[in-house]
């Protein structure tokens, strides 16, 4: 009876904190405000390539990866035409990966230098900074999109900026340091042969690129990109696909920013000002990272015509980098919240869903910190304190892939990953989980 009674007690209880943190489940999905990384993907293309006009499509029409804010600046697939020779074995562009020979480290390395060189030259990142205060919408900087972004209450940040406030100039650095500070561009140069094409071992790869500025430099450049024919069957059934994927970084500190706002912060129209800002060297791109990826395994069971083969391939590829970058490079890791918390049949807590899954490359080795985002009410400064350690559950993570559902992949009916605790103190919804180890972590 005791043990009864105990029972009943403890299930009360269990069942009191589920009604609470379930109120607190719902006010949070409304609104799960957190700072992702601002990213811009882009591809080179190769118009002398068999297959050129049928990846520039499918790459263009791909879905941007949804952990992160999408900073479009018009920058979408880079001809290798126009990149400046960059290597004695040819007369221009990137070196090529081929079917059978695949880049070393020093191909990598010089390839990645020399697209830096490219988005420096072209001023890439001064576009960049452009975005973030509303520079192609308006003639005049505004903070609208960091507001946005930063999920910043907006009419304190708009008085304390305008009062020049030591609150608001630190709200703002604050701003630039957590948002503006992470600004990436990926450029993803890609090699597939389809099977057969391997089987025959007939045909070269193709790295697959995107483009440099459209109209954002008054020329045509990166516009004028011939078609070219496909002309294998539709009846394939399968790629091997290498991605190499190259990712930058826009360099912002403290003293890059105050280049712009003591130079450049438009607060009336200034034609000539801005056009001195655009042609400013000192803003820079930065390579940090490179990942490959390189599957066998390709072969999808549905049925497609070329298009939309190439277009589920190389999403696919483009994902998988991605998550290993993240894992490679820590500033570009992934915040992402705890979605709810599960319970079992019995009120008691069962683990954590989160809305990631096989795209950003889980499995059941991965681990997970969970932080808290807190705010100092005296310096306006964010920081992340630790909460917990979570872990992956085998048989229980969402295959979220491009078509994952479509092809009837395994854990594609789910619709979250559950994650468990193995250490820590009591984890709520709207908390960020982060995979792997964060050095910032309080």
């Known amino acids: 009876m005791a043990q009864f009674v105990y029972s009943q007690e403890s299930d009360s209880l269990q069942l009191a904190r589920q009604a609470e943190i379930e109120a607190h489940n719902a006010a949070v999905a409304e609104q799960m405000d957190y700072d992702r990384s601002a990213l811009a993907v882009a591809m ?11 990846i520039k499509t499918a790459f263009e029409s791909m879905p941007f990866p949804d952990k992160y804010d999408k900073h479009d600046i018009g920058l979408n697939v880079i001809d290798n035409r126009n990149i400046p020779q960059i290597s004695s074995r040819q007369k221009y562009g990137l070196i090529k990966a081929q079917f059978g020979k695949n880049l070393n480290a020093n191909d990598v390395r ?9 988005l420096n030259r072209h001023r890439i990142a001064n576009y960049m900074i452009a975005k973030w205060f509303g ?20 009419t304190e940040l708009d008085i304390a900026i305008a009062n020049q406030s030591a609150r608001g100039l630190a709200m703002l650095a604050d701003a630039g340091e957590q948002l503006i500070g992470n600004t990436y561009l990926l450029i993803n140069d890609m090699t597939y042969v389809t099977a057969e094409e391997r089987a025959a071992a007939a045909k ?12 954002l430099l008054g020329t045509s450049f990166g516009r004028n990109l011939s078609k070219t024919g496909a002309k294998i069957a539709d009846s394939f059934t399968g790629f091997t696909v290498k991605n190499h994927s190259y990712l930058f970084r826009l360099q912002w500190n403290e003293e890059i920013a105050a280049i712009f706002y003591n130079e450049y912060y438009l607060t009336e129209p200034d034609e000539e000002k801005l056009k001195k800002f655009l042609a400013d060297e000192r803003f820079l791109l930065k390579y940090v990272a490179h990942e490959y990826e390189y599957s066998e395994k390709s072969v999808l069971k549905g049925k497609y015509n070329r298009h939309d083969l190439v277009k589920i ?9 991605i998550a290993a970058l993240q894992l490679q490079y820590e500033d570009f890791k992934v ?9 079992n049949e019995h009120g008691r807590v069962e683990g954590y869903a989160v809305k990631i899954g096989l795209k950003e490359g889980i499995n059941e080795r991965s681990t997970f910190q969970v932080v808290r985002k807190e705010i100092d009410p005296i310096t306006s400064k964010t920081s992340y304190r630790y909460v917990a350690t979570l872990r992956a559950v085998r048989n229980k993570i969402w295959d979220n892939r491009y078509m994952a559902t ?11 990953t559950t994650l468990v ?7 709520l919804p709207g908390m960020l989980v982060i995979e792997g180890r964060y050095s910032k972590i309080k």
């Open 135 to 154: 520079l192609y919408e308006s003639e005049v900087c505004n903070v609208e999109l960091i507001k946005k972004r930063g999920h910043y209450n907006a």
């Open 313 to 321: 391939i190389c999403k696919r590829s483009i994902d998988k980098n």
């Open 204 to 215: 070269v790869g193709m790295s697959i690129a995107g483009s440099i500025i459209d109209g």
């Open 110 to 118: 010089i390839n990645a230098l020399g697209l830096e060189n490219v």
């Open 335 to 343: 915040k992402t919240p705890i979605y709810e918390v599960v319970y």
């Open 44 to 54: 080179i293309y190769h118009a002398e390539d068999e297959f050129a006009a049928d």
């Open 406 to 416: 479509e092809e009837k992949e395994v854990g594609s009916e789910l619709p979250y």
């Open 421 to 427: 605790k193995t250490s820590g103190s009591e984890i």
